[in-house]
Each structure stands twice: as structure tokens, then as C-alpha cells.
């Protein structure tokens, strides 16, 4: 292998670390590039790990296939993979605090280099570790890499058949949920879905700092008056914000609606987003409580604000659902018509919560 010509000794050592993984799971073999042979390329993408408080704990270096270069048809077939929604994740734990259950989370480390690929797939040497006595040769990959289209079906196949071997039955309405009953214990599994938190990385940017002293206001207008900020921080913050809704159901009302002045945003929009960080720093302790109750019941709930929207008259959907007290989903929208009265307005979101619950 070559040198890396780079000035961080950190970010060569993820890189060649993530080359050693390679190499451990066997997941490609150079060989001379065959003749008219399709070669997608390869890309290194790096991300700083934080911890909770912001602080850099080690840099991770992913080689990935650039996927966006395969033809459907020749590089690859079938994509699809089930994935867990979150509101089936949360159900997952609700029932396993009705159940006390123990609840243990497991990462697999680069778990698609685990499986093995039906399709040829040719790859380019990865950037700055060409070999130098084979500088024209390429890889053929036996293992599935991350950035390639079939790669998350794999995983899944191959997940699937370990789990079924070891006497697991697969779920017929959620095909992510896997049980299997041993005597008097049950087994429960369920693969994706739960994440880290990333609440403190967003909290703590140094950019993000100076929000006002007043809430996030709910009549905000284009204020086309105003001073212009800068877009791509605010769609920034507002991606970001986007990203905790699934956890903070307190703030994903005020979130949709300062996403609503993407296009154009303007300084009172812009406080309004800091607003809700200044929150998020100050309530970064709160989470969702599943408790130990008797029963297993479902409850739902909906709203509806008439009119809402200054800017264009039309309402916002409002719903959360529980289970056994527990709060397992919620949604915050604004409807796509114009109601004509209160009725109609509670009309539309009854009829979407009542879908969410069944």
C-alpha cells in the first residue's frame, strides 16, 4: 500500500482500519479488471464520533461504493429491505416494560461486510490505497459494501436465515419482529430501528448559540421586511432538528412550522429556530417514560387548529397514540386543503389517527 498523504495521523488510522476490516471479512479479491467490465467507484466518507457533550471522542472513516453508479439490471436486481418504523420499535419496548422484560441493544460492526453477494460487482481501488505493483487492477467483491444498492437486502437476507436457523419465528404483520419461546422464556428480536442520540451534538454547536429570551412564536409571517439570513445554516438547524422530532414529541409542532420558511428565511424565523435549541439545552434530560402497568389497552388522540396558518388558512393536524399508557406515536402536519369549518378540520385528523391505531 501507498502512503496517505494527509496531515492527521487519527484519519489514517480509521482509514486503515477500516481497509483491516475489510480484510478480516474477505470481502473483495484483486484481480486483473476483466475486459468491457463495469467498475463502480469508491469514496471515502469521514465523521467526527461526539459524545454527549459535543466533544470529538475518535474519527471514523467509512469506504463506501458509489451506488449511484450501478445500473439496476446488471449490477444489481432486488433492493427492497423491510425496515422497523419507529412507532413498531416503541411499541416493541412498551410491550416489554408491560412484560418486564430485559431489554439489551446490540451493533453489529460493519455488519453488511457479513454477507455474501449473489451479483458480480466490480470496484475500483479505494482513493489513496492504490496498490503500486497493480495500480490497473480492480476488486471483485464477494462481501456487500455499504453504498451499494443491493446491500441492505443482503444484510437482511442473511440475517433472516440466522435468525429462522436458531428457531425463530418471523412475524406475520411485522416481518422486522422475531420471537422464539424456550420452556417458560420468550425470546423476542428485533433488528434496525433504534439509534443513538445525537441530541447533545445538535445542542451543544457553537453556531446554534445566542437564541432570544421569548418562545417559539406561532404566528410567524414571510416578514419579507426583515433582514435575510443565511439559507443553508437555517435548513441546518432545521435538519437537524428534524432528525430529534422521533424522540422529542415537544418540539416537532414548532419545527414544522419554522420549516415552512425554508425558502426564504428571515430574521424572526431564525430566532425562532434558536428558540427552540435554547429549549432543547435547557430540557436535555427530558425523555419518554414507559412505566410497568397492568393491561395492554390502546389510546388515541386528535386535534385540530381551524385555520391555523395565517398565510394560506389551512389547519394542522395534531395526534399521538398510546399503549397501555404509553406514548408509542404522535404526528404534527398541516392539511393539504382549505376546511370550511371546526367539524371538517377534526374531521381529517381523526380519520388519520384511527388508520395509525389499526
Known sequence: MVNVALDHTDWVQAMQDEL??????????????????????????????????????????????KGYCQEEGIDYEETFSPVARLESVRIFLAYAAHKDFKVFQMDVKCAFLNRELEETVYG???????????????????????????????????????????KFKQGSVDPTVFRKKEGTKRHFYQPGGLHEEHAGEVQYDGRFEGAGSHGVCTKLTPSLEKPVVD?????????SLMYLTPSRPDIMFSVGYCARFQANPREPHMVAVKNIFRYLKRTSSLSLWYPTRSGFFVQAFSDADL????????????????VDGKLVSWQSEKQTCVCLSAAEAEYIPATSCTSQVI
Open 20 to 65: 483491516h476490516e475489510f480484510e478480516r471479512n474477505r470481502v473483495w479479491r484483486l484481480i486483473p479488471t476483466p475486459k468491457d467490465a463495469s467498475v463502480v467507484g469508491l469514496k471515502w466518507v469521514f465523521r467526527n464520533k461526539l459524545d454527549k457533550e459535543g466533544n470529538v471522542i475518535r474519527n471514523k472513516a467509512r469506504l463506501v461504493v
Open 231 to 239: 439559507v443553508t445554516l437555517y435548513r441546518q438547524m432545521i435538519g
Open 307 to 322: 385555520g391555523g396558518c395565517g398565510l394560506d388558512r389551512k389547519s394542522t393536524n395534531g395526534g399521538c397514540q398510546f
Open 124 to 166: 475500483e481501488q479505494p482513493p489513496r490505497f492504490v496498490n503500486e505493483k497493480y495500480p490497473d487492477h480492480c476488486y471483485v467483491l464477494d462481501k456487500a459494501v455499504y453504498g451499494l444498492e443491493q446491500a441492505p437486502r443482503a444484510w437482511y437476507e442473511t440475517l433472516t436465515r440466522f435468525l429462522k436457523m436458531s
